[in-house]
Nanobody
Framework: QVQLVESGGGLVQPGESLRLSCAASGSIFSTDAMGWYRQAPGKQRELVAV??????NYADSVKGRFTISRDNAKNTVYLQMNSLKPEDTAVYYCRVDLKRVVTMVYWGQGTQVTVSS
């Protein structure tokens, strides 16, 4: 069983930055995927960024502005969000995919990010 605890959301103005953190309990390997998704009101949940085995993948809408990183010793994944835009407003969810005999997916509780002037 894996539990995910997110932190770092808040209200910022356009152009400002935020850093999200997600700490995972349990056994997480570097080859397991750790990532961030977001869901805006009335929209489907979408991938923001994911990292696994040293590789990263980003949604086109955040490339060049967001950076995902992880500290494997702390089982923690981060999302540095720069140059935030109002359209980045959403609930951001941490997700971990444990690649075992079967893949097990765990979600965090979500943290609100609001970008508004």
């Amino acid at each position: 069983q894996v539990q995910l605890v997110e932190s770092g959301g808040g209200l910022v103005q356009p152009g400002e930055s935020l850093r999200l953190s997600c700490a995972a309990s349990g056994s997480i390997f570097s080859t397991d995927a750790m990532g961030w998704y977001r869901q805006a009101p009335g929209k489907q949940r979408e991938l923001v960024a994911v990292t696994s085995g040293g590789r990263t993948n980003y949604a086109d809408s955040v490339k060049g502005r967001f950076t995902i990183s992880r500290d494997n010793a702390k089982n923690t994944v981060y999302l540095q969000m720069n140059s935030l835009k109002p359209e980045d407003t959403a609930v951001y969810y941490c997700r971990v995919d444990l690649k075992r005999v079967v893949t097990m997916v765990y979600w965090g509780q979500g943290t609100q990010v609001t970008v508004s002037s």
